[in-house]
């Protein structure tokens, strides 16, 4: 699917812009070599919490900012206003 249509299809998150489709997130996180079972296996947390993150089910900031980590994706790209900048 173009990338075009990723960004008609996504969820909009009223406060700013288009969230990343959770495919996507997935993706990237399986690109960069990990997967949702390693990033949970790291931070101590069930593979089911990761997944509620990357589906914006839940949040969860030290997952984001693993997933983003890992992705080397920015948050604000991940989820545009959902994670405030850590000051």
């Known amino acids: 699917m173009h990338a ?3 960004a008609i ?3 909009q998150n009223p406060r700013q812009g288009v969230v990343m ?3 996507d997130i997935k993706a990237a996180i399986e690109k960069a070599g990990s997967s949702q079972i390693a990033i949970a296996r790291k931070l101590g947390v069930s593979d ?3 997944n509620h993150v ?5 949040t969860s900031r030290r997952i984001a900012d693993e997933i983003s980590r890992v992705t080397k994706i920015p948050l604000s790209k991940l989820w545009p206003g959902r994670y405030e900048p850590k000051k």
């Open 4 to 6: 075009i249509a990723h």
């Open 54 to 58: 990357i589906y914006g089910r839940s």
């Open 9 to 11: 299809d996504s969820p």
């Open 21 to 23: 489709h959770p495919a």
């Open 48 to 50: 089911v919490a990761v």
